[in-house]
């Protein structure tokens, strides 16, 4: 939110006022990302429920209670779980709620200020592609939670809309185009390019050396390993050259 710019708005005064109101609301919503990590940890997983239908949505039990592997001709049925005792459905979407809407009020009060004062001027003062991805996973996550917890659905889409909001902090993303720029790129692809041309050569010389050698090199639980196994083929051997790097 911090920018050099050649001319202001209109009403300053009104547009320093929405930015101050962003500015605090950004602060809530590094907390909110915080807390939509942790709940992810804490809430029951979507595989659960479809076992564990019994159970209340606002009833705390142990995991073992939610999460029940079902037994199969006598083998244990143990899933070997934490033993952490997972946040009832009811109080999860409580949370869920209350942390999307602090997400979702910075994304409109950023929206509010990029459209009333900013783009008169043709000036992205923030990245309104942005802007709009954040509400759609917003509000998705919080329809996708709802699902969850009052239709009992076994199937979640939370992973796509937390992981989204997760990429549009601005960390993140500068983490990320500071991998994956030309440069970066550039350096790996050379890398890259030298280690295949290694495998490449050496599961030439592998196959030059063992390919038609069919001795016996040693025994394998009573059957007979050939010298060449591995190395019949440039195939073959450049996937040996791949499992032993």
Request: with cysteine; net charge negative; hydrophobic share 45%.
């Amino acid at each position: 939110y911090y920018q050099v710019l050649e001319s202001y708005p209109k009403d300053l005064q009104e547009a320093r006022k929405q930015h101050l109101h962003l500015l605090y609301a950004d602060r809530w919503y590094g907390r909110a990302i915080l807390a939509l990590i942790i709940l992810t940890y804490f809430e029951v997983p979507a595989w659960c429920h479809k076992e564990s239908a019994d159970n209340a949505r606002w009833t705390w039990v142990p995991g073992s209670d939610w999460c029940k592997v079902p037994s199969h001709e006598g083998a244990e049925s143990n899933p070997f779980l934490s033993g952490i005792w997972y946040l009832p459905p009811g109080y999860s979407f409580v949370a869920e709620f209350i942390i999307e809407i602090i997400i979702l009020r910075k994304y409109i009060l950023e929206y509010v200020l990029d459209c009333h004062h900013f783009e008169p001027m043709s000036i992205e003062f923030s990245t309104r592609m942005n802007t709009k991805l954040g509400c759609f996973f917003a509000v998705g996550s919080v329809l996708d939670t709802a699902a969850f917890v009052f239709l009992g659905t076994s199937i979640r889409l939370t992973f796509i809309f937390r992981t989204g909001l997760l990429f549009l902090t601005p960390s993140v993303q500068h983490v990320f185009y500071s991998v994956f720029n030309r440069k970066m790129m550039g350096e790996f692809v050379s890398v890259a390019v030298f280690l295949m041309g290694i495998m490449f050569f050496v599961a030439w010389i592998g196959v030059t050396m063992f390919g038609d050698s069919t001795d016996v090199a040693f025994k394998m639980d009573g059957n007979n390993v050939q010298a060449n196994r591995g190395f019949s083929t440039i195939s073959e051997a450049t996937y040996t050259m791949f499992v032993a790097g």
